[in-house]
């Protein structure tokens, strides 16, 4: 009984780990495309602006003129001013870009269980990580904190999926 328990979870933190991916593979994906489009829309103005701009401008404005002061349209609206969707720095767009692609590698590598790629892995997301925490230290971005959240439990699951990795060899 206590042998099919441990072999079920370890089952279920295999799939975690699998999905886990996925989602990492997707962020980045987008990451990179937007910090892609940024630079595109930093270099030419005319170019249309990215969904997500228009979506909180759509969403904002038409709600805060039936209810000023529902609390959810109020953050959104908030929040959306503190997106550097245009930073005249192009450290942002380079950031953007090589994050994602770095994570898009990352990912790749680990979806086809390159033995190298999982300490590699961890020591890229904890760079992260760090980064992360410094820039909430600067920004008090409670995103960057749910960032930090998120890689720091991808490092714990990419080091039980190495050891289950090895392990089985």
Known sequence: MVRQTAAWAQGLLHRLFTATLAVKGSLATVEAAVGAWLW???QFPAAPELPVESSI???TQHDLTQDADDPVVRTLAEQAQHLPLMPADNFYYFYLVM???LKLVMVSLLARKVRWAYPAAMT???AFVVY???EFTR???V???MLCGFDTFM???VGREYGRLRRMA
């Open 40 to 42: 595109v829309r930093a």
């Open 57 to 59: 401008d759509w969403l």
């Open 99 to 101: 994050h994602g692609l």
């Open 124 to 126: 890229l997301l904890a």
């Open 132 to 134: 992360q925490g410094i």
């Open 139 to 141: 920004t008090h971005s």
């Open 143 to 145: 995103y960057l904190l």
């Open 155 to 157: 490092i714990w699951l």
